[in-house]
């Protein structure tokens, strides 16, 4: 038996010893029953007198975590009362019960999905292709900072490391119309931490909060989770309907560049709508940039932080979606009265993200790296794209239509009217033929339909997977 | 002149100039009056047709946002009103403009510390030696992570890398008697978004915190952003008083192995005191372990969660002080009461850590380097309290006495009564010899002293500091 106990010279020894096996016993990696070894044995294992671990067994059988056996070994016992493995798990009096309870109901729904294994044709939305991510460029930058950065490396600024806040004000006033400088940008723990940051200082308990419908359910449990109060607004073939916007709201969550989960971008209208409804109401508008880095086809439409002349919008986006989600890298372009409200917010939530990450992509953004990987990533999505569109023209047309899309790597997918089947029947029979899909319903859509993600579905699978679909469809006609 | 322009061949090429020249202008890189390049020069460089560059100057000349200047050359324009380098800062009127100011007016005070310049010999608290950083070992192990976490990375589980949450458990079952397994670690970025979740799930607006007082800011702080209602509790020599815990406290806040600022450690009565106080009202505990892993003398003592058999403390500690601040790596040892609710509010926070340095952290804690690690620092410290204990028998014992810790990397000193100088105009005065100190008082003391530290100064530079405090405060007398 390998008792993994680790002998420092330079400590009291038999006080170390104790404190190991006490440890083993309380955290219940030595379970009870088990035997202990010989003192003699355990004595010259760890080089030590065999008096001290005697004296040690002595002490464990004191405080009643150990018993002679029969004659002879010494043995864990089973913990007294009021201890064991941890504290125990019997519910306790507490005084925030709560709001503790309130928590643990709060909906985490859509990133679980990342904790579950995928199927072996998966349409999961907002997950990219793992091939795709640029491993000997970053491997490159991320020893280059980690060389420079040196020294250990003691408290950052919260808003984040410069060089990297001008790389993504350069980036974004190139590719999305931004219009910022690296003083307005704030890096985050990924987008859900900016949408944190955000609500915290926008929205305290019973304020009105509009959110897209259907929408993006981590911020709607988001936004739960401060006690605000949700407003759903519906979307249609223009993006947000503006005129359905709460006047009282404070704040409002949205996804022009690609609608999640529909797909559809807001027209030019609709964005000049919503800006001047928030210069009449004082509301702040949050663009969440989902995924527009891919876009495949029609005019590159900008941002509506580019259009805002009066600093009402905060424009969220992440690298998420364009490198890897484990990145956890992100970040908020604030309006100028926010900024430092959002930074005290930064502070006392986290104080600041990990250095290192930080300078690895400055170093790989500044060195055009982030351009070029950006570019193998729409080539890539777009045949993917191809075929997504092609085979449901050929192969599911009689139950399904893709909305069109013109950014972003998924569609939505509605049913056809009158079928005998419903987007959650369907994901439940796809699964059991290695199909993952996932239903428009679970993200509060009215229609029935299924968000149709190919970042983890290799091009030639799309078709089998389609096609696996389709006979479970006419299977249920 | 370089315009930073990156024409890429894939896409439209008039279409990339004209939103880069645009970009260019309105985030202000190009100011007002600049004369842009001739249209030939600026197509030769590129390798674009003369014609395209000529269609864009055209376009921008149409969007106001260049002009001909005399007879020859383009010149970028003031920006119309309502446009500038970024949505103007002037005030406008927002629904939310009460909660922003109170956010900007919250007080981040300590952690700023980290951000301005430390004078040539400082005596910063929380701050470790960055040469102690283990540089060669980290680097081993951050490398062999990013090899094996290869393929760019899904969603990781808001709890954690598991095999950092198993090296941490085992780490504080042996280091601080903590009874806990992997399941109840959740790794939180530093110890302050450890704070920050328990607050969330313990502690709503108006809800009643204690806290110690004097003690550490930031928690202060991130209270106050939450709406919590504080009550400071004195602390004397055995640590917290508990005698004066507020009864409708829904959450108390302590440091038992290492008071902050104070550095007395909590005795084993008011331990057992504070614990049937929680169990008599319902409160959480948040023991918060700074800096205890250095140990300096006495029989170490177990962690208050260790004698909890309820489930009633929250153990929070960090790796910013052991290893380093920028590493971004804390955790908390959840009640399991707590545990769910805990984390439902690290998903919606932020969705977890990124993964990277977890990997490279297990790796490094698995392999036995963080043991040696901290041995070394012990050693490192140890040496450096010797010579200010010394140093301040010999030279400030007229003005300033030390407080006793048995931990931690720093100590309190107090003015002796009925000095004609306070912390704070010592701190002033010793500034401009290049000596950093730090007042008591801004950390809520009653006592007039300094804070200690000494992470940031080297041996050699302790009594040459002390020195220079003992002719200010001469001249001073």
Redesign the interface.
Known sequence: MDL?I?I?R?EPLG?QLL??L???I????LATGTQLPPTRLLAQQLGLARQTVAEAYERLTLEQLIEAGRGRGSFVRALPA????????T???????E???A??A?P?PL?RF??SPLARWDFVGG??E????P?EDW?RH??AA?RA?????????PAGHTALREAI??HL??AR?V???A??VIV???A??AF?LLV??????G?VVAVESPGYP?VA??LQ?H?ARIVPVPVDAQGLVTDALPPE???VYTTPAHQFPLGVAMTAARRRALLSWA?R????VIEDDYDSEFRFEG??RDSL??L??????AFVGSFSKT???????GYVIS????R???L??K???????????QHALARFMAE?NY?KHL?RCVAEYARRRERLMAGFADTLAPWLRLLPAEAGFHQAALFMPGLAIDGTQLAALARRVDVGLYPLQAMGAQQDGLLMGFGRIPPEGIEQALGRMAELLGAAA
């Open positions: 993994h680790v420092d330079n006080e404190r190991q006490r440890g083993l309380r955290s219940g990696r009021g201890e064991g493995p941890r504290p125990a798990a519910p306790v009096r507490l005084a925030s019960a709001r503790i309870a928590f643990q709060l985490v990133l990342a904790d997950s990219p793992p091939a795709l991510f491993h491997r991320l020893h980690q950065l040196g020294q250990g490396g003691a408290h950052a600024p004000a350069e006033a190139f119309g219009r910022c400088t003083a307005d985050t723990q990924g859900q931490q944190d915290r200082v926008l929205a305290g308990p304020d981590p449990g988001l989770a006690g709201a404070k704040l210069a109401t004082g509301a702040i005019q590159p932080q580019g805002d002349t009066d600093g009402r919008v490198l890897a989600p484990s990145l956890r890298l309006p100028p009265a926010l430092d409200a959002l005290n917010a502070h006392l939530a986290d104080v600041h993200g990990p250095s290192l990450l055009g351009r570019r």
